[in-house]
């Protein structure tokens, strides 16, 4: 079996490269996300709530269909995880895979392994892996896209991967069609002419401007739905606001209270679990910013030189605009995809997570975390 082979490859390369233990934390923190499910006797989380059924509602009947699979609706995500599960059509078998398949991916692009507890505390990655969701093809896409960029050097090849990519992830996603301009990344790094420079960022604004004219009656059509169904009850917020709900989340009492402020499906465990989660993310969070403003010179310097961390960081920027300013707002799912975008992006080979902090980098992290707590509730 492929997810099976997969976990033993991923086994082996994390022994090789001294990650074993955060792959371990992963699975561990997936597995009882997981158990969740089975302790309720479900298979997936749109049975949580069924008089508001979610997304995985259409992804698991296209999964146990025994008609054509190409009769549903976003059907290559279902596809996938028949192909990966092969032959044993379990949903959470394949749920599983796919936390496989994502943190192998992780493990590769990321060099300081201490930097992977980032994405054991993500509650946003942890609950997306566990689900039935599209957004899952889609980040596996965007790591994989970043994974062949980082190893090629010539700039035709490297506009294949980011065009290939991005098509693919428009399957799923349409709008996500906007940054296809991104394609022409690798040859502004090779462009010595500022002229010929700046007409090359001027014709793909005008590209991504094209793409969402033609895309304009799906990306209504959404936005009348999504207006009713975002991650926190209240719906759209101002691009300010909603910034900072994609990027710190709502606050842990919002998972704990699951019940009265979500649109998606939990259970009451699941609330407990996740508002759990979340407090560990807010941690990690303003270990991240604090290392972003202590070395965002070296970030900057880092993202010039790397093609893979630009796709990567314009794939996020990309879909970040289109929740803030078409929808107002983004849901858990979203954020696993923008924020380990962003994150990852961001990396610049140092450990991110220090075990001893000197008093500069103490005030800038306690002051992150107090303004993150103070902004997301008053974001709620």
Same mark, same amino acid.
């Given at each position: 079996?492929?997810?099976?082979?997969?976990?033993?490859?991923s086994?082996f390369?994390?022994?090789k490269?001294?990650?074993?233990?955060?792959?371990?934390?992963?699975?561990?923190?997936?597995?009882?996300a997981?158990?969740?499910?089975i302790?309720?006797?479900i298979?997936?989380?749109?049975?949580?709530?069924?008089s508001?059924?979610?997304?995985?509602?259409?992804y698991?009947?296209?999964?146990?269909a025994?008609?054509?699979?190409r009769?549903?609706?976003?059907?290559?995500?279902?596809?996938?995880?028949?192909?990966?599960?092969?032959p044993?059509?379990?949903?959470?078998?394949a749920?599983?895979?796919?936390?496989?398949?994502?943190?192998?991916?992780?493990?590769i692009?990321?060099?300081?392994?201490?930097?992977?507890?980032?994405?054991v505390?993500?509650?946003?990655?942890?609950y997306?892996?566990?689900?039935?969701?599209?957004?899952?093809?889609?980040l596996?896409?965007s790591?994989?896209?970043?994974i062949?960029?980082?190893?090629?050097?010539?700039?035709w090849?490297?506009? /294949?991967?980011?065009?290939?990519?991005?098509?693919t992830?428009?399957?799923?996603?349409?709008?996500?069609?906007m940054a296809l301009p991104?394609?022409?990344?690798p040859?502004?790094?090779?462009?010595?002419s500022?002229?010929l420079?700046?007409?090359?960022?001027y014709?793909?604004?005008?590209a991504?401007a094209?793409?969402l004219?033609e895309?304009r009656?799906? /990306?209504q059509?959404?936005?009348?739905?999504?207006?009713?169904d975002?991650?926190?009850q209240?719906?759209?917020?101002s691009?300010?606001?909603?910034i900072?709900?994609?990027?710190a989340g709502?606050?842990p009492?919002h998972?704990?209270?699951?019940?009265?402020f979500f649109?998606?499906?939990?259970?009451?465990?699941?609330?407990?679990?996740y508002a /759990?989660?979340h407090c560990?993310y807010y941690?990690?969070?303003?270990?991240?910013m604090?290392?972003?403003l202590?070395?965002?010179?070296?970030?900057?310097?880092?993202l010039k030189?790397?093609?893979?961390?630009?796709f990567?960081?314009?794939?996020?920027?990309?879909?970040?605009?289109?929740y803030v300013?078409?929808?107002g707002?983004?849901?858990?799912?979203?954020?696993?995809?923008?924020?380990?975008?962003?994150f990852?992006?961001?990396l610049?080979?140092?450990?991110?997570?220090?075990?001893k902090?000197?008093?500069k980098q103490?005030?800038?992290?306690?002051?992150? /975390?107090?303004?993150?707590f103070?902004?997301?509730i008053?974001?709620?």
């Open positions: 079996m492929l997810i099976i082979l997969l976990f033993l490859v086994v390369y994390s022994i490269h001294k990650s074993i233990g955060y792959l371990s934390a992963f699975h561990f923190v997936c597995f009882l997981i158990a969740l499910f302790c309720n006797g298979d997936v989380q749109y049975k949580a709530n069924i508001l059924p979610s997304d995985t509602d259409l698991y009947s296209a999964f146990k025994t008609d054509d699979i009769n549903y609706t976003f059907y290559q995500y279902p596809l996938a995880l028949r192909i990966i599960s092969f044993v059509y379990n949903s959470l078998f749920v599983w895979g796919q936390c496989v398949i994502i943190f192998f991916l992780l493990d692009i990321v060099k300081k392994k201490e930097n992977l507890i980032f994405f505390l993500f509650h946003a990655l942890i997306t892996t566990t689900n039935l969701f599209k957004d899952n093809l889609i596996i896409f790591l994989v896209g970043y062949l960029l980082d190893k090629s050097r010539r700039a090849i490297q506009c /294949i991967i980011i065009f290939v990519a991005i098509s992830i428009a399957w799923v996603r349409p709008f996500i069609g991104i394609t022409f990344i040859f502004w790094f090779k462009l010595k500022a002229t420079k700046q007409v090359l960022l014709g793909s604004i005008v991504a094209l793409v004219y895309k009656e799906f /990306i059509g959404v936005m009348d739905a999504f207006a009713d975002s991650s926190v209240e719906g759209r917020a691009a300010p606001v909603a900072v709900k994609v990027l709502p606050t009492m998972y704990f209270f699951a019940d009265r649109a998606q499906p939990f259970l009451k465990e699941q609330g407990v679990f /759990i989660l560990c941690a990690a969070f303003a270990y991240w604090s290392y972003l202590l070395n965002f010179k070296e970030c900057i310097r880092s030189k790397s093609v893979a961390k630009c990567l960081l314009l794939l996020a920027c990309s879909q970040l605009l289109c300013i078409i929808y707002s983004a849901d858990i799912r979203q954020r696993a995809i923008i924020i380990t975008s962003l990852l992006s961001t610049i080979g140092k450990e991110l997570f220090i075990r902090m000197n008093r103490f005030r800038i992290w306690l002051f992150t /975390i107090s303004l993150l103070i902004l997301t008053i974001s709620s």
